[in-house]
């Protein structure tokens, strides 16, 4: 793995971390055992692995991963983000796609990568498994 593709995998691990140290600290009573889930976040570069250039400019960046997302999950969450990293005195930095997904599996979540690794032209796309509570709720009737 390349050092700049190292410091961003980092980098986004860390916010990560501190997200999820965030709900943990909101969410400290104990979760009913049917509601257990794992969330699957996905970490999307959208500059190429070789060039280092935006493959697509970013509302077409999204609109593609939304194609791949809805055609694999039926649903999901995205939001932007941007990474950034140095290398030999450079500062790198690219618009990035954060896909949440929940109530799926690690084998759905890897096909879709490998999906946007070759759409989005990346060596890589960081998945994260994160314990959580889901909950449907729909509100008192």
Not at 5 to 31: E, G, N
Not at 38 to 48: A, E, I, K, S
Not at 61 to 73: G, N, P, Q, T
Request: net charge negative; aromatic share 8%; glycine share 6%.
């Amino acid at each position: 793995m390349s050092k700049k593709l190292s410091i961003v995998v980092s980098v986004l691990a860390v916010i990560a971390i501190c997200l999820s140290a965030a709900a943990l600290i909101v969410v400290m009573k104990p979760a009913p055992a049917d509601h257990t889930d794992v969330q699957y976040v996905m970490y999307l570069g959208t500059n190429g692995a070789e060039t280092n250039e935006p493959v697509f400019a970013p509302e077409e960046a999204r609109e593609k991963a939304k194609e791949i997302l809805v055609k694999h999950f039926g649903g999901y969450t995205l939001t932007d983000a941007e990474g950034g990293w140095e290398d030999s005195g450079t500062l790198y930095q690219e618009y990035t796609l954060v896909i949440y997904l929940s109530d799926t599996t690690l084998d759905k979540v890897h096909a879709a990568a490998d999906e946007l690794i070759r759409i989005f032209q990346q060596s890589s796309v960081l998945i994260q498994s994160n314990r959580t509570v889901t909950e449907f709720y729909s509100g008192t009737k």
